[in-house]
C-alpha cells in the first residue's frame, strides 16, 4: 500500500453560528499540486462558509513548491492535509480524498479558484428543500490569473448545462468544482477507472446519471474558475484527445453497467 503523510491543524475554531450545528456534515475534497500561489486564499474562502464540525481533506499530489507550508500555515483543526508519496494524477488524488471523506455532502474544489461568500448556504439549500437532488451543480464566473473577469458564465460559454450522458459525450458539462453530491453516491463512483483519460468530475456525472440520481443545476456563478497559464486541468484538449476521452469513457461506462448488473443478477440468484 502506498505510503501517506496526514498532517492536521491544531488551533481551535469558533463555534458554530445558531442553527449551524444541526446541519448536515460537510466534506470539502481539494488535490493539490504547485498549488502555492492561489491555495491559500481559495482554502480561506471555503473554511469562513464551514462550521466548526465541517472538514477540508486536501489531498497534495507531491508538491515541490511550498504548498504544503501555505496549507499548514493556515492552522486549521478542519483542514486534514494528505500528502501523496509519489506523483499520482489529478483523479486519484481526488478518489483519495473521497475516500477519506466523512461528511454527509461532499463539495469538490480546486486549488485555485475562490468561493462566493454564499456559495454553501446555497448549495445547502438545495439539499435541505429537495431531498431526492443527489447532484448540485452551479454556475460559474470565469476570471484570469490575476482575478480579472474573463466571462460571467463558465456554462453559457459551453452552450449551457445539461446533465444528460449523451451529450456530455458531445460536450462535457460537468465541472468538479461547481459540484457538491450526498456522500452515498461515493461508493458508487469510485474506484474512478484511473487507467483512463476520464477525469472525477465527468465520472461521477455520469455514474450519478446512470444510477438514476437527480442533478439540480442552479445557474448563479457561485465560484470564482480561475483560469491561468500553469493550471492542470484547465487547458484546451485537442480534437484527438477530446475523442480519446470520449472513447474511454463510452468504455468505462460500459464496463460499470455489466459489472453492475451482473452483480444484481447474481444477487438475485440467477447465478446459482
Sequence with gaps: MESKRISQGVV???EPASGQGKRQKISVCVATYQGARYVGPQLRSILEQLSATDEVIVVDDHSTDQTREVILDLRDPRVRL???????????SFEEALRQASGELVFL???????????VAKVLAV?????????????????DEHGMPLA???YATRGGFRSGLLSNLI??????????????LIPKVIPFPLDTDVLHDIWIGAVNRITRGTT???????????????????????????????????RAVANYCTRNLLG???GSGHGV
Design 12 to 14: 481551535a475554531v469558533n
Design 82 to 92: 494528505i500528502e501523496n508519496a509519489n506523483n499520482r494524477g489529478v483523479a486519484a
Design 109 to 119: 474544489s480546486d486549488q485555485d479558484d475562490v468561493w462566493v461568500a454564499h456559495k
Design 127 to 143: 439539499f435541505d428543500e429537495e431531498p431526492r437532488v443527489t447532484l448540485v451543480v452551479t454556475d460559474a464566473e470565469l476570471i
Design 152 to 154: 460571467m458564465s463558465y
Design 171 to 184: 460536450r462535457c458539462n460537468y465541472l468538479g468544482c461547481t459540484m457538491a453530491f450526498r456522500s452515498y
Design 216 to 250: 439540480r443545476y442552479l445557474s448563479e456563478p457561485l465560484v470564482l474558475y480561475r483560469r491561468h497559464p500553469a493550471a492542470v486541468t484547465k487547458k484546451e484538449l485537442s480534437l484527438a484527445h477530446k475523442v480519446v476521452v470520449r472513447l474511454h469513457l463510452l
Design 264 to 266: 444484481e443478477w447474481l
